[in-house]
């Protein structure tokens, strides 16, 4: 199934490159073997957007930072620096000099304007394939708040990604994670909300209780978490909004924690502990009724739904050692699908449906990995003393993960990587960071 | 509850800077508590308001002289010989000193993903607290809660950091209804 993605992938680079075809033939074969972990990134323009009007200036200027940050920041592309261009756009409007950015090898071309009217902004963008001299889908105009100006650069860079790969993009969306402040042995923990890029970081809750693992729900308006308010681990429900949070009324045990919505936003699934045996249970949030979905003496933790929400995976150590099974969303004999040595947890699924992301604890180090939902092609995407956590972004191309240090003095950092295992990057925060989960696109 | 988990930390808190080291029954560990006491008694500290670990039933003798810890091997929850007896002696203060509720926390090392090791801390927490029952004591009077690898003591990425952090302490505070 990756290579299905990923041949999809070339297929719409390729189309978008038809115009040069000797190059396009070499990117073909490049892009199709991703396993290699060798692919030449689509070079593109992005001449500064244009100020239509005064005092513009510097909000055009980083609404064009911003996007090619974005795209940039994927690997699959390659922004030309401004050093090279021959000529610049002279106006949105102007006709495109294809022959210059030709000339400097700019497959794709991004022309933008922005202008400023009091708190408000509006944006406007088109895209052009530069060797067939074609505009890629009809131009583009978003208008916003002037605090927008980050999301609207996020939506043009979706709709560039969008348009180039034909995939959706992940640029416009949020990422919920526990920021990480003070020594391992005193480590102090909130909720923080943050764009995918780490910018508009805001906190959630303060530190005065450990908090752990914040999970979106489908549409990003609440967020489940354990936190020790109350002397035990417990589940809350949070509203982003508002900030207000509640408890969540579990079935009844001694702890709870780990927990994740449905697609629907309408139950919780999440592990209970009694009498110190841990198993999976079901909440629904509208009717209140409690459901026990494992029922072993062994540790089953960290479910995760299918993304049509028939099915769930979730790590279990009833064979001994942590190991991934699939069971239906009413539980029910779970199917083992991990089988390769080392020890299997935090089982997420993809939301394309087709892949889980894993945390593999194997001679002492940690990969972040995936797998078919059947377990074959395994494929481990990252290796150090810890990495753990996986969250997919929106479209199911990206995860991001925490990864922590070694030693007294270690912190904890987010880190992304493609599902191919390029493009390994750390995630820009103040503080350390664990824990992260990608929210959905914003609307 | 507000009341007991001030009274957890507080102890926590005591135990924590008082000894790290969880074996009360090594020899090196007496020689070092020994000094302590030697050391107080020299500067003349009066310790009456709280009792001092000399004295048998105040809770600083239930954490350095009892031992309020015991130790696990790498991911299991299953006592040992040194645990045990700790443990015995756990039991007996606990049964003599009947105002004292305990709470039972489990953790784990760093070596695990979170998720794992909040129920691994679980089982050695409950290990202890069946232990301990099965010696007598009330069940009501015991609770458990885990802290997975979220509270490490000793901090180094080895062994001999990892063989402290895979610990159950007991926490013991007075009850509400004594």
């Known amino acids: 199934?990756?290579?299905?993605?990923?041949?999809?992938?070339?297929?719409?680079?390729?189309?978008?490159?038809?115009?040069?075809?000797?190059?396009?033939?070499?990117?073909?074969?490049?892009?199709?073997?991703l396993t290699s972990g060798v692919i030449e990134a689509l070079p593109f323009a992005i001449p500064s957007f244009q100020p239509e009007v005064g005092g513009s200036e510097q909000m055009a200027a980083d609404i064009s930072r911003v996007i090619a940050e974005d795209l940039n920041g994927t690997g699959l592309f390659r922004q030309i620096p401004a050093s090279a261009f021959i000529s610049t756009p002279s106006g949105f409007g102007a006709p495109v000099a294809f022959a210059d950015w030709r000339a400097i090898n700019a497959q794709a071309l991004v022309t933008g304007a922005v202008a400023g009217n009091g708190n408000q902004v509006t944006v406007k963008f088109r895209l052009y394939d530069v060797f067939s001299g074609a505009e890629m889908g009809e131009g583009l105009q978003l208008s916003g708040t002037t605090d927008a100006w980050r999301r609207m650069a996020h939506q043009v860079a979706d709709a560039v990604y969008?348009?180039?790969?034909?995939?959706?993009?992940?640029?416009?969306?949020?990422?919920?994670?526990?920021?990480?402040?003070?020594?391992?042995?005193?480590?102090?923990?909130?909720?923080?909300?943050?764009?995918?890029?780490?910018?508009?970081?805001?906190y959630l809750t303060d530190s005065s209780a450990i908090v752990l693992a914040p999970r979106f729900s489908p549409t990003g308006d609440r967020v489940l978490y354990t936190s020790y308010e109350s002397g035990f681990p417990r589940i809350n429900v949070l509203d982003v909004a508002t900030v207000g949070r509640q408890q969540l009324g579990t079935a009844y045990g001694d702890m709870a924690f780990s927990p994740r919505f449905s697609l629907d936003g309408r139950q919780v699934i999440y592990s209970l502990i009694q009498g110190g045996n841990t198993d999976i249970f079901r909440t629904d949030l509208t009717t209140g009724q409690h459901s026990r979905l494992t029922n072993t003496p062994a540790i089953e933790t960290a479910p995760s739904f299918s993304p049509n929400?028939?099915?769930?995976?979730?790590?279990?150590?009833?064979?001994?050692?942590?190991?991934?099974?699939?069971?239906?969303?009413n539980g029910g004999e779970p199917q083992r699908i991990s089988f390769g040595n080392g020890r299997y947890g935090t089982p997420v699924w993809s939301p394309r449906g087709d892949l889980i992301a894993f945390t593999k604890q194997e001679s002492g180090r940690f990969h972040i990995g995936v797998m078919?939902?059947?377990?074959?092609?395994?494929?481990?995407?990252?290796?150090?003393?810890?990495?753990?956590?996986?969250?997919?972004?929106?479209?199911g191309r990206v995860i991001m993960f925490a990864r922590e240090t070694q030693g007294a003095d270690g912190t904890t950092g987010l880190y992304s990587v493609d599902i191919t295992g390029r493009n390994l990057r750390r995630v820009t925060t103040p503080q350390g960071g664990s824990d992260p989960s990608w929210g959905p696109l914003q609307r | 509850m507000k009341h007991l988990i001030k009274a957890v930390l507080v102890i926590g808190a005591l135990s924590l800077s008082a000894c790290t080291n969880a074996d009360r029954f090594n020899t090196t560990d007496t020689v070092d508590l020994n000094a302590q006491n030697g050391?107080?008694?020299?500067?003349?500290?009066?310790?009456?308001?709280?009792?001092?670990?000399?004295?048998?039933?105040?809770?600083?003798?239930?954490?350095?002289?009892?031992?309020?810890?015991?130790?696990?091997?790498?991911?299991?929850?299953?006592?040992?010989?040194?645990?045990?007896?700790?443990?015995?002696?756990?039991?007996?203060?606990?049964?003599?000193?009947?105002?004292?509720?305990?709470?039972?926390?489990?953790?784990?090392?760093?070596?695990?993903?979170?998720?794992?090791?909040?129920?691994?801390?679980?089982?050695?927490?409950?290990?202890?607290?069946?232990?301990?029952?099965?010696?007598?004591?009330?069940?009501?009077?015991?609770?458990?809660?885990?802290?997975?690898?979220?509270?490490?003591?000793?901090?180094?990425?080895?062994?001999?950091?990892?063989?402290?952090?895979?610990?159950?302490v007991t926490i013991i505070s007075i009850g509400q209804n004594s």
């Open chain 1, 1 to 33: 199934m990756i290579k299905r993605i990923l041949t999809l992938l070339t297929a719409c680079v390729l189309a978008a490159t038809l115009a040069s075809p000797t190059r396009a033939q070499s990117e073909l074969i490049d892009l199709g073997t």
């Open chain 1, 162 to 202: 969008s348009r180039i790969t034909g995939e959706a993009g992940y640029f416009d969306s949020r990422v919920v994670y526990v920021a990480e402040t003070g020594p391992k042995n005193d480590r102090a923990k909130r909720l923080a909300i943050m764009d995918y890029d780490g910018a508009n970081i805001q």
């Open chain 1, 309 to 329: 929400g028939n099915q769930i995976v979730f790590e279990s150590d009833r064979s001994g050692t942590q190991q991934l099974y699939i069971m239906g969303a």
């Open chain 1, 372 to 395: 078919r939902t059947d377990g074959s092609e395994e494929r481990l995407l990252t290796s150090s003393f810890l990495d753990e956590g996986p969250t997919w972004a929106p479209n």
């Open chain 2, 39 to 168: 050391l107080n008694a020299a500067n003349d500290i009066n310790q009456t308001g709280l009792g001092g670990a000399n004295d048998p039933s105040s809770p600083q003798f239930f954490s350095q002289t009892i031992g309020d810890r015991v130790l696990f091997e790498v991911d299991t929850s299953t006592l040992t010989a040194a645990g045990r007896a700790t443990l015995d002696g756990q039991a007996g203060w606990l049964s003599t000193n009947s105002d004292y509720l305990a709470v039972i926390e489990g953790h784990a090392d760093e070596q695990g993903t979170r998720e794992y090791n909040l129920a691994l801390g679980a089982r050695r927490a409950n290990s202890v607290r069946e232990y301990l029952i099965s010696k007598g004591l009330a069940s009501s009077r015991i609770r458990t809660v885990s802290y997975g690898k979220e509270r490490p003591i000793a901090v180094c990425s080895e062994e001999s950091c990892y063989a402290e952090n895979r610990r159950a």
